[in-house]
C-alpha cells in the first residue's frame, strides 16, 4: 500500500484526494498540507481524517509518507518538488512543473544529480483514451510518417483575470506537451509563432482572442493550435494528424445525437472537467502502479521544462510576431 501525502488542498488537491483514497488501488491518502487550516482541515476530512500539516517540509519528512502529490498553485511546486527530491521520495506535480523555465530547470538538475527517476507532471492529456488510441494507430505505420497536426482547444468563456499569456501558459501548454508525444518518440519542438487574427467581440478588454498558434518540429511536422478561449458553444478539443497515407482524427466524445423540432442536435462539452475526468484516474493509477514498481511513466521532469522553454518561445512571439526558436539543448542520456 503506498502512503501518500497531499501539498495544497485547492480544489484540485481536495479532487485527487479523493481519487487517490477511494479510486486507485493499493493506495493511502496519509497526511495533507495547506497554510489555510480551514483547507487543509476540509481535505482531511474527506478523506477520513488524515494527519494535517502546515510546512511542506514537515510532511515530506514524515516516515510515514512514502510519496508526495503537489497540487499547489504553479509558482509554488519548485520547494515542494526539490524537497521530494532530496528526500528520495516519488512526486507527482500538477503541471506546470513550474512557472519559469529557470525553476524548471534545477529540478531537471536536481533529479539528474540524485540518479533517480522521481518526478512526474500531470499533463494528463497523454492518459486521454482518445489521445491514446490516435497514437497507437501512428505507432502502426500504416499511414506513413505525420506532416501536419491541426488543433483546436475552445472554451466557452473564461475570466475577467484570463491574460493574452495564458492562452499559452494554461491553455495550450496542454498541445505543448502532448502533440511530442504523440506524433513520434524523440519529436522536440524547434520553432514557433503566433498569429493573432481579428479580435473576437466576446473577448474582455486588453485580451487577444482567438490566436493561432503554428509549431515546428526538429524532424519537420508542423501543428497548428487555434486557441479561441470565448467561442461561447462549449469545450471543443479537437486534433488531426494529416500522414503521409492518411488522415487520422480524433473525434470529440460521443454524446447522444437528438432529432426534434426539424433540427438534429449533438451536445458539446460545457467544461474540462467532464472532457478529462476520466484521463485523472487512469494517470494517478500509471503513477502508483510505477512507484511501487520503481519506474515512471508520464510527463517527466524534462518534459515539463522543455514545455516551459516552448512557452516562453510563443510568448516572445506574441509579442514580437515572428519566428522564435525554441533551444533547449538535447535530451540528457537521463531521461531518454
Known amino acids: 500500500m503506498l502512503k501518500v501525502g497531499i501539498i495544497g488542498c485547492g480544489m484540485i488537491g481536495k479532487e485527487h484526494a479523493k481519487r487517490l483514497q477511494y479510486k486507485i488501488r493499493d493506495c493511502e491518502v496519509v497526511a495533507v498540507c495547506d497554510k489555510f487550516p480551514e483547507s487543509a ?25 512514502d510519496a508526495v502529490v503537489v497540487t499547489t498553485p504553479g509558482n509554488l511546486h519548485k520547494e515542494p518538488v526539490l524537497l521530494s527530491i532530496k528526500a528520495g521520495k516519488p512526486v507527482f506535480t ?67 483575470d484570463y491574460t493574452t499569456e495564458m492562452a499559452v501558459t494554461d491553455t495550450a501548454i496542454h498541445e ?90 449533438t451536445a458539446i462539452e460545457k467544461n474540462w472537467i467532464l472532457r478529462f475526468i476520466d484521463s485523472y484516474d487512469v494517470e494517478l493509477q500509471d503513477w502508483v502502479d510505477n512507484v511501487q514498481k520503481g519506474t515512471t511513466g508520464g510527463s517527466s521532469a524534462w518534459d515539463g521544462y522543455a514545455a516551459a522553454l516552448t512557452a516562453d518561445a510563443l510568448v516572445a512571439a506574441q509579442k514580437s510576431g515572428r519566428i522564435e526558436k525554441v533551444v533547449t539543448g538535447g535530451v540528457p542520456e537521463f531521461y531518454k
Open 41 to 65: 482541515k476540509a481535505a482531511s476530512d474527506l478523506v477520513g481524517g488524515v494527519k494535517i500539516y502546515d510546512d511542506a517540509a514537515a510532511l515530506i519528512a514524515d516516515p510515514e509518507v
Open 94 to 160: 500538477e503541471k506546470p512543473l513550474t512557472t519559469t523555465a529557470a525553476d524548471c530547470k534545477e529540478i531537471v538538475d536536481a533529479e539528474m544529480a540524485s540518479g533517480r527517476h522521481l518526478v512526474q507532471v500531470g499533463f494528463m492529456r497523454r492518459y486521454d483514451r482518445g489521445y491514446r488510441q490516435v497514437k497507437e494507430l501512428l505507432e502502426s505505420g500504416k499511414y506513413g510518417a505525420p506532416l501536419i497536426v491541426k488543433c483546436t482547444h475552445r472554451a466557452e468563456g473564461v475570466a475577467d
Open 176 to 265: 505543448i506537451d502532448v502533440l511530442p508525444w504523440l506524433i513520434g518518440e524523440g519529436e522536440e519542438w524547434d520553432e514557433v509563432q503566433v498569429i493573432m487574427p481579428r479580435n473576437t467581440k466576446n473577448a474582455h478588454e486588453g485580451l487577444k482572442d482567438p490566436q493561432m498558434m503554428i509549431m515546428k518540429t526538429k524532424s519537420g511536422v508542423v501543428c497548428m493550435v487555434e486557441v479561441n478561449v470565448n467561442c461561447g458553444f462549449g469545450y471543443d478539443i479537437n486534433c488531426e494528424v494529416v500522414c503521409e497515407d492518411g488522415v487520422v482524427n480524433l473525434p470529440c466524445p460521443s454524446f447522444p445525437t437528438v432529432r426534434s423540432n426539424f433540427e438534429v442536435s
